[in-house]
């Protein structure tokens, strides 16, 4: 039964595209900027993750292009706020700049990958 349990998530896998290897997690720090940075570069690999803004300045984010102040972004994540990334987005370029304010943060990024 076990065996035909690992056949057939192999299967499901190869189906969306992920390989048959253990799923790993890499977490990484993005200093805060005010003018746009990748916070995650496009993987195909990727199938969820989290954003925490540990700034005191709120976080703006962008799916598939570059955040924009003036009307590019996706959502935005208060101070100590979390983000999570859906399957559905997972494999999308992710930006972010945060707004004026006093500096010193930045956001942890976990990105979970197979």
């Known amino acids: 039964m076990e065996d035909l349990l690992k056949q057939i998530l ?11 290897s253990a799923p790993a997690s890499t977490i990484a720090r993005v200093s805060e900027s005010a ?5 995650l570069a496009a993987n ?18 962008a799916y598939g ?3 924009d ?3 590019v ?9 979390r983000h999570y990334i859906q399957a559905r ?8 700049f945060w ?8 956001a942890q990024v976990t990105e979970n990958t197979y």
């Open 89 to 96: 987005d997972a494999t999308n370029l992710i930006s972010g």
């Open 65 to 67: 292009a570059t955040a």
């Open 10 to 20: 192999a299967a499901l896998n190869l189906m969306a595209g992920r390989s048959n």
């Open 99 to 106: 707004s004026p304010g006093t500096g010193g943060g930045g």
């Open 35 to 39: 003018t746009a940075v990748t916070l």
């Open 73 to 81: 972004w996706s959502d935005k994540i208060g101070s100590g706020g």
């Open 44 to 61: 195909g690999k990727r199938v969820s993750g989290m954003i925490f803004n540990d700034s005191p300045n709120t976080l703006y984010i």
């Open 69 to 71: 102040a003036t009307s």
